[in-house]
């Protein structure tokens, strides 16, 4: 069993992505980023590491645009093994100011990308026989809060994708795990929903007292794609310090 595998990140031009795509090259696998930002940063990131990688500029909820980031990703690397859907959006919104255009954007990138982005690999991670596909959903799916309904629902909604899909793609050898991160400190986390105390109130119900980082979902995402976890499906891993046991 070869252990360099092609890998896809999307949103991975900073935060959560950046450290997944640069994580996995560490592992050998070559890695692709979809983002619709410039990613020399993780290019950079990733070079400095001795790792390859390439960037792709795709916005992930257009569908003919993500069936081409596909064939280019195969162009250059051969094949398809490791699909981490992680672009999303969090927006901190009162349910009642709400707008049919915020709920529709916060679905289309946070539950339709992923759709598009795992339907458009998948015949290649069939035809290896083997696949990871990792979905980021959010410890929010367990806690619920209240400026983050569109949100919840969508990261919700991945969970029920991630064991549906399971389930579809099971018997080919492809596994398909959610992993949900606690509060991290990202630059959109800091500016949104660690802003204003946030991060203080978050720390206060963990069970682990600090701030998450990035790099704390990083040996997570290494175990829904090592090689032996294989038996390993349709789960949803809770990384966020113990605020919700799950
Ligand atoms: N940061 C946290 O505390 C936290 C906690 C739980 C879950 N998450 C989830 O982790 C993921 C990453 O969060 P983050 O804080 O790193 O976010 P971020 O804003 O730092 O990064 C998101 C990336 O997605 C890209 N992106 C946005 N729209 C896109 C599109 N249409 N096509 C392609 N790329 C697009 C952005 O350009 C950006 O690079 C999200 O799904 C988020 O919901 C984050």
């Not at 640069?22 to 070559?30: E, F």
Request: charged share 15%; proline share 5%.
């Amino acid at each position: 069993m070869p252990s360099s595998r092609v890998a896809v990140v999307t949103g991975a031009a900073r935060g959560l992505g950046q450290e997944f795509a640069v994580a996995l090259a560490g592992l050998g696998h070559r890695v692709a980023g979809w983002d619709v930002e410039n990613q020399a940063e993780t290019s950079a990131r990733v070079v400095a590491a001795g790792g390859e990688f390439l960037p792709v500029t795709v916005d992930v909820t257009h569908p003919v645009a993500v069936e081409a980031a596909v064939e280019q990703v195969v162009a250059s690397f051969g094949g398809l093994h490791i699909v981490v859907n992680n672009a999303g959006i969090y927006p901190p919104i009162a349910f009642e100011e709400t707008t049919v255009d915020d709920w529709r954007d916060v679905m289309r990138l946070n539950l339709e990308g992923p759709f598009l982005v795992t339907r458009a690999a998948l015949p290649h991670l069939r035809a290896a026989g083997w696949g990871r596909i990792v979905n980021i959903v959010s410890a929010v799916v367990f806690l619920g809060p209240p400026e983050l309904v569109a949100y919840t629902t969508s990261k919700a909604g991945l969970v029920g994708f991630t064991r549906a899909l399971a389930n579809a793609v099971g018997p080919d050898g492809i596994t398909v795990n959610a992993i949900a991160p606690g509060l991290v400190t990202t630059a959109t986390a800091t500016r949104t929903t660690g802003a204003g105390g946030g991060f203080e109130r978050v720390r206060a119900s963990q069970a682990v007292p600090r701030t998450g980082s990035p790099a704390d979902l990083v040996s997570t995402l290494r175990y829904v794609c090592d090689e032996g976890s294989g038996f390993l499906t349709g789960q949803t891993l809770n990384v966020d310090g113990g605020s919700a046991f799950r």
